[in-house]
């Protein structure tokens, strides 16, 4: 055996001494999961179909590439990596939409091997069908945007809406050209019929919400950042998600900064604790300058993007996360106002156009760094994902051109966890 061999060997045996951590997909929320746990020499495994990002931190010991979790026998894959790796009872983080419905939906099964902190299916439905989220908002009084919910073209041509209004998948169960985009806009009655008549060939005419179109951009738009523990917050945040890409309908925020709104705390805890809510979530609200309310878009039951600013502003979610699966007390905790989080590649362009449309003027964007920064991608400490982030954002932004063609088919098999070969480092 060699040196080198037996280094590895050595690894694994101090990995499984440890209780550790699977992540499953997402991207820099993932690269941020891993950098929270490996500081603190807390083992983390990554398996991805998708965005490789995090694979390149130097906290990642080991990193898996499977077919996804749309595929048949996803569950058997993850059955055998835990039983043929020997890590019974690892803590199992489902970090992007698809594989938080595969775990969700087989939250039992997966417990007999994991630490499971996807909230079961009946939970995170509420989460994932937005028609289950904004119903569930009305029933505990939390303000959403109008909505409809038509099932056929007829139903469509015969909502009262006033324009512009937005087109939005209810669901995202397949990647295409609807869902990449996250919202279409459309501005008369000609325009929506077309677009509804695109959007229904792409996701089905039961998977389409049509909602009012709320003005303002990134600067608009806030969320409250948590990780709950059986109906209660054990650590959260309020943060203003100042800038987004692209400015339109951001599918990711660019530089987010923590606030202090108790409206937004406070609305989010009505939506979670009829729930009794376990888990990471994130929950996005935009600022409706016509009533003055915060209303509810989305609800995301996993680590979001910009989740590396809660250690920075003093509230580490993925260690919290990581303490609760192993059923360690955890002392309530508040995330600091006045804390910025940068995704810098992005967030150049996303000013840009700010700055071209008039929206921002480049003194307001310099004074946006005068202050306690963390950044997407770039760490002092793991130099590596800093470095491929530029060119993996090119890559991601062309390949979402053609969002439609990258897509695959849901039917193909899955290889067995066991035959594949993990990347060690």
């Not at 490789?52 to 749309?70: C, H, T």
Request: aromatic fraction near 10%.
């Amino acid at each position: 055996m060699t040196s080198q061999e037996m280094s590895i060997g050595n690894s694994r045996d101090a990995d499984r001494a440890v209780t550790g951590a699977v992540i499953l997909g997402g991207a820099h929320g993932s690269l941020a999961v891993a950098r929270s746990l490996g500081r603190r020499g807390i083992p983390v495994w990554f398996v991805t179909h998708d965005h490789p990002i995090a694979k390149y931190s130097r906290y990642v010991a080991r990193s898996f590439e499977w077919a996804g979790p749309n595929r048949d026998g996803a569950i058997d894959w993850l059955l055998d990596l835990a039983a043929s790796s020997q890590i019974d009872r690892w803590v199992l983080i489902a970090a992007a939409d698809a594989e938080v419905r595969l775990v969700a939906r087989n939250h039992a099964a997966l417990a007999q091997a994991y630490r499971v902190v996807t909230p079961p299916w009946p939970v995170a439905r509420v989460a994932c069908d937005k028609r289950l989220t904004y119903e569930h908002a009305a029933s505990v009084g939390v303000a959403a945007p109008l909505s409809f919910y038509p099932r056929s073209r007829d139903e469509a041509a015969a909502v009262d809406c006033r324009f512009p209004v937005i087109l939005k998948p209810s669901v995202n169960e397949a990647r295409n050209a609807f869902t990449a985009a996250k919202a279409w806009r459309v501005d008369d009655r000609v325009e929506l019929m077309a677009r509804y008549d695109e959007a229904a060939a792409l996701v089905g005419p039961d998977a389409i919400v049509l909602q009012e179109l709320i003005p303002g951009g990134g600067e608009a738009q806030f969320s409250y950042a948590a990780v709950w523990n059986a109906g209660a917050p054990v650590g959260s945040l309020v943060a203003q998600r100042t800038r987004q890409y692209p400015i339109d309908f951001g599918y990711t925020s660019t530089f987010v900064e923590t606030i202090e709104q108790a409206q937004i705390k406070d609305a989010a805890c009505r939506f979670l604790e009829p729930l009794r809510y376990s888990g990471l979530v994130e929950i996005e609200f935009k600022h409706d300058a016509r009533d003055g309310r915060y209303k509810l878009l989305d609800v995301n039951p996993r680590p979001w993007t910009w989740i590396a600013l809660g250690a920075a502003a003093g509230v580490d979610f993925p260690l919290i996360q990581w303490q609760l699966a192993l059923e360690q007390r955890v002392a309530p905790q508040l995330g600091r106002a006045g804390v910025g989080w940068c995704h810098a590649s992005r967030d150049i362009v996303a000013a840009f156009q700010q700055i071209v449309d008039g929206t921002l003027a480049p003194s307001d964007y310099a004074a946006s760094f005068w202050r306690s920064m963390v950044f997407a991608a770039g760490a002092v400490d793991d130099l590596l994902p800093g470095i491929i982030d530029l060119p993996l954002v090119l890559a991601r932004v062309l390949s979402r051109r053609y969002a439609e063609d990258d897509a695959q088919p849901a039917e193909a098999s899955v290889p067995r966890a066991k035959s594949l070969q993990p990347i060690v480092r």
